[in-house]
């Protein structure tokens, strides 16, 4: 089981990538950085290119329609090549409320268009020439859309690999089947691993029914914030306000997927709770609405003894990679926490 750390969006970007180089050393396998509507994610991933060494980089994730297929391509080659092969490719459908929201785009077809950008990025890497008529994209653009002058091209440079991974973050049994059957990784988000067969598993074995070979084992990453001591569990409650942002506020009545997710674990009364208090502004009753028993599972939270066994239930659920946020007073605490979880994971 690999142990990665997300980066947070909302500030301390500079102080944490300062002491990345000690994480590194403490045995963190790869570093994921978000874009949501906030800072890019790529100026930051090629920052952390250059101050690290060995560290794996990941978007987690680029949305699909916020930039061109080919754009996309070219961006992880892009920063394959600066990290001398280190890069992986989170890419996401993201959510109306932002796509359309924030970047005035339509926010339809979220399927196609991830098969087809995986589709076209992986014939930019390859250095074909590239010409795909799909649904969502068409490459040249005919000349009934155009000009008629755009011609098929290929990537000038040569990418350090041409095969970088792709991972795809998915909810809803359509996308986690997608990311089966044509990512190299998977990244669900709320991951509680005793309800994710009961989930996603029927989803999860379609998708891999279909998966070519050469893709190898689907990698799995999963997140859980970390702390481990015999007077930690206040911690739990830190995760409170996110869950209910995102089961409450992200997306409308009937349209929110991570609200359709916690009813999925069979918590519909709280989930239809947490939402119309989140709407009616009442953003901290919704918080304390969140089930503590969801916290909890989807957290490394407690003694080492019960740490252990979390982290065991998330391999014995198929997690590979595994997002940690080590929640402690200072850095000399967060790293010990880093280096604990690193060796209890190698135990398992």
């Given at each position: 089981?690999?142990?990665?750390?997300?980066?947070?969006?909302?500030?301390?970007?500079?102080?944490?990538?300062?002491?990345?180089?000690?994480?590194?050393?403490?045995?963190?396998?790869?570093v994921?950085?978000?874009?949501a509507?906030?800072?890019?994610?790529?100026s930051?991933?090629?920052y952390?290119?250059?101050?690290?060494?060995?560290?794996?980089?990941?978007?987690?994730?680029?949305?699909?329609?916020?930039?061109?297929?080919?754009?996309?391509?070219?961006?992880?080659?892009?920063?394959?090549y600066?990290?001398?092969?280190?890069?992986?490719?989170?890419?996401?459908?993201?959510?109306?409320?932002?796509?359309?929201?924030?970047?005035?785009?339509?926010?339809?077809?979220?399927?196609?268009?991830?098969?087809?950008?995986?589709?076209?990025?992986?014939?930019?890497?390859?250095?074909?020439?590239?010409?795909?008529?799909?649904?969502?994209?068409?490459?040249p653009?005919?000349?009934?859309?155009?000009?008629?002058?755009?011609?098929?091209?290929?990537?000038?440079?040569?990418p350090?690999?041409?095969?970088?991974?792709i991972?795809?973050?998915?909810?809803?049994?359509?996308?986690?089947?997608?990311?089966?059957?044509?990512?190299?990784?998977?990244?669900?988000?709320?991951?509680?691993?005793?309800?994710a067969?009961?989930?996603?598993?029927?989803a999860?074995?379609?998708?891999?029914?279909?998966?070519?070979?050469?893709?190898?084992?689907?990698?799995?990453?999963?997140?859980?914030?970390?702390a481990?001591?015999?007077?930690v569990?206040?911690?739990?409650?830190?995760g409170?306000?996110?869950?209910?942002?995102?089961?409450?506020?992200m997306?409308?009545?009937?349209?929110?997927?991570?609200?359709?997710?916690?009813?999925?674990?069979?918590?519909?009364k709280?989930?239809?709770?947490?939402?119309?208090?989140?709407?009616?502004?009442?953003?901290?009753?919704?918080?304390?609405?969140?089930?503590?028993?969801?916290?909890?599972?989807?957290s490394?939270?407690?003694?080492?003894?019960?740490?252990?066994?979390?982290?065991?239930?998330?391999?014995e659920?198929?997690?590979?990679?595994?997002?940690?946020?080590?929640?402690?007073?200072?850095?000399?605490?967060?790293l010990?926490?880093?280096?604990?979880?690193?060796?209890?994971a190698?135990?398992?």
């Amino acid at each position: 089981m690999r142990i990665g750390m997300p980066l947070s969006y909302a500030g301390g970007f500079k102080e944490t990538v300062n002491d990345l180089a000690e994480y590194e050393k403490a045995g963190l396998d790869i570093v994921f950085v978000a874009e949501a509507y906030s800072f890019d994610a790529v100026s930051q991933l090629g920052y952390i290119a250059a101050k690290t060494e060995r560290l794996e980089i990941a978007s987690g994730i680029l949305p699909v329609y916020t930039r061109t297929p080919s754009l996309l391509a070219m961006t992880a080659a892009g920063l394959d090549y600066v990290s001398d092969g280190r890069f992986t490719l989170g890419l996401g459908a993201s959510g109306p409320q932002v796509i359309e929201g924030f970047h005035g785009l339509p926010y339809h077809a979220p399927l196609g268009r991830t098969r087809e950008v995986i589709e076209i990025c992986r014939k930019v890497w390859k250095r074909e020439r590239v010409q795909y008529d799909g649904r969502h994209y068409k490459l040249p653009l005919p000349p009934e859309q155009g000009t008629g002058l755009g011609k098929p091209l290929k990537l000038i440079n040569h990418p350090v690999r041409d095969r970088i991974p792709i991972h795809i973050a998915a909810i809803g049994p359509k996308n986690v089947e997608l990311a089966a059957e044509i990512a190299e990784g998977w990244q669900p988000i709320f991951y509680l691993p005793e309800k994710a067969a009961d989930v996603w598993g029927a989803a999860l074995d379609a998708g891999r029914a279909k998966r070519a070979p050469e893709l190898g084992e689907l990698d799995v990453v999963g997140q859980a914030p970390l702390a481990i001591g015999d007077d930690v569990d206040g911690f739990l409650e830190f995760g409170r306000p996110m869950v209910a942002l995102y089961v409450g506020g992200m997306g409308a009545k009937g349209k929110n997927f991570y609200n359709d997710l916690c009813r999925r674990y069979g918590w519909e009364k709280e989930a239809e709770e947490i939402q119309d208090l989140y709407l009616s502004g009442k953003k901290d009753e919704a918080a304390a609405k969140v089930p503590v028993e969801l916290l909890r599972g989807m957290s490394l939270i407690g003694p080492e003894s019960h740490v252990k066994e979390r982290l065991a239930a998330m391999k014995e659920s198929g997690i590979t990679t595994l997002n940690v946020t080590p929640i402690a007073g200072d850095h000399k605490a967060r790293l010990a926490l880093i280096e604990k979880v690193k060796e209890l994971a190698a135990d398992l």
